[in-house]
């Protein structure tokens, strides 16, 4: 993906032909709009550092959950959630990943990276959708979504949202394996694959004691990220597992 910002709308283009061309993100949705970008890019290092600490404990946290619900062994995952220091000195979510995906999918040959076996293809694609939604998010909240709390990718036009859509992926991980429990081929994505996936959006998640569907959730967690870059919260609101 990429972006230009034109005239207060942000230009989202991506190179995936899967996926929808020239999503627009308005700059200007807020009042106080150039009060919150300065915040966000004043914020300090020990915040960041914090935000992505919580961000990567409820992350494991999320991949510890779907791991219990294929019957796999989560004490380990459990307890790396819990011992995160700010900005994940210990590289904890390194750690849970490497144990997560020779679990989840019960293949300990799996590998996941983006040009990989199936069903890399199914979780790139419903990734891109939980990315785009975040990103609409954030912006709506009155941030930029190019400044991240950790990624600092100079050719990312969507580091914040990298950032933030982290703790989203396993419920990406959980549809993923339900599809694959039906479908008798996932080398392509098919039109039925793809529907299934964008129904990413209305997953169920219990989030600030409610539950949300999906594209609603990660909307309470964008004002809450704008919130502690303002100074008025110091904990991100994510899902609860």
């Not at 990429?2 to 190179?15: E, H, M």
């Not at 599809?179 to 081929?185: F, G, K, L, Q």
């Not at 949300?212 to 967690?221: D, E, F, G």
Request: charged share 20%; aromatic share 8%.
């Amino acid at each position: 993906m990429a972006a230009l910002i034109d005239n207060n709308v942000a230009i989202i283009t991506c190179d995936d032909q899967h996926l929808p061309k020239g999503l627009t993100l308005p700059l200007d949705t807020n009042h106080i709009q150039s009060e919150r970008f300065k915040q966000q890019i004043n914020a300090s290092e020990p915040l960041r550092k914090q935000m992505w600490q919580q961000t990567i404990s409820n992350k494991i946290a999320g991949q510890a959950y779907m791991l219990a619900k294929q019957c796999v062994e989560t004490k380990n995952m459990l307890a790396w959630s819990k011992q995160v220091k700010s900005g994940d000195s210990d590289n904890l979510e390194g750690r849970a990943a490497a144990y997560y995906w020779r679990n989840i999918f019960k293949n300990p040959n799996f590998i996941r990276r983006r040009e990989g076996e199936p069903p890399n293809n199914l979780l790139n694609y419903g990734y891109a959708i939980v990315r785009a939604l975040m990103a609409r998010a954030l912006v709506a909240a009155g941030l930029l979504p190019t400044l991240g709390i950790h990624h600092h990718n100079r050719y990312n036009a969507y580091c914040l949202a990298d950032d933030i859509m982290e703790p989203y992926r396993p419920f990406v991980d959980e549809l993923v394996i339900n599809i694959m429990h039906h479908a008798n081929d996932i080398s392509h994505l098919t039109t039925d694959i793809k529907r299934e996936l964008l129904s990413i959006t209305t997953v169920d998640v219990v989030i600030d004691n409610h539950r949300s569907p999906l594209q609603i959730a990660v909307q309470t967690t964008a004002n809450s990220v704008q919130k502690c870059f303002s100074g008025e919260a110091r904990k991100i609101i994510y899902p609860e597992w």
